[in-house]
């Protein structure tokens, strides 16, 4: 079962890691109050639609006014919204994702999944994010890190800093990259999880690490738990 960006990003939270403030909404209208709530002067608008490359394909915005925010939802909600992920005839976006923009320094990327031969979740990491990984696998293999997890110890500092030493992360963001690793290894094992990426995860303008998308798959068989 996939969940929709805002429902991964809760779980995120509700980890420890790292995300935007944020309100999900239904109808066009609440778009204000979402700005308003969130607050500050610049927001992201996000369709929320189980496929990514949303960016390229006029499903994520960047906002000045409130009144722009209504336009988008106006525009998207009921409609449906075709990416390179999706089939011809698109997803239905029913939600719309309003966020708080993140000043971006660099984007990177972080995934895990369940390696059926090793029986491990593994993280993949690269410090090329924001774009399609197939590609950057296909061209510079050399930029992706894939690091099993041992079931039985979980993520360990060292594994933490042989992904972050891929992303080139400095001292301090390696730092903080540490727990981030142990957090989504538990939610991933607590969550029954087969799927789970950040695509981007940025270092912001601040130095700070943080998860930007969020895209969380939970095996169906778990569905019951
Ligand atoms: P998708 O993967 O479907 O294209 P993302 O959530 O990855 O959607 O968003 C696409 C791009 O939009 C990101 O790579 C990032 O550059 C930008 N972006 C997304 N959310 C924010 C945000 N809250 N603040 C600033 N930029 C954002
Ligand atoms: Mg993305």
Request: glycine share 8%; aromatic share 6%.
């Amino acid at each position: 079962m996939n969940l929709h960006e805002f429902q991964g990003k809760a779980l995120f939270a509700d980890y420890g890691l790292p995300v935007s403030k944020g309100k999900v909404i239904y109808e066009a209208e609440d778009a204000l109050k979402a700005c308003r709530d969130i607050g500050g002067t610049k927001w992201v608008v996000k369709a929320q639609v189980h496929a990514g490359g949303r960016g390229k394909s006029g499903g994520v915005k960047l906002v000045e006014t409130p009144d722009e925010a209504i336009k988008f939802a106006k525009k998207w909600l009921g409609k449906r919204l075709v990416t390179y992920q999706t089939d011809s005839s698109g997803q239905l976006v029913n939600s719309i994702l309003v966020e708080e923009c993140t000043d971006i320094e660099k984007e990177l990327y972080l995934s895990a999944v369940i390696d059926r031969d090793s029986q491990r979740v593994v993280f993949i990491g690269s410090s090329e994010g924001g774009v399609n990984i197939e590609e950057v696998a296909k061209n510079t293999p050399e930029k992706i890190i894939y690091e099993p997890i041992d079931p039985l110890c979980g993520a360990q500092g060292f594994q933490a800093r042989k992904i972050a030493k891929v992303l080139e992360l400095d001292v301090a963001q390696t730092k903080q990259f540490t727990p981030m690793l142990k957090n989504l290894t538990k939610l991933f094992l607590e969550k029954d999880l087969s799927l789970l990426e950040i695509n981007p995860l940025v270092i912001t303008s601040g130095g700070n690490l943080h998860c930007l998308d969020a895209k969380i798959n939970i095996d169906a068989n778990a569905i019951f738990r």
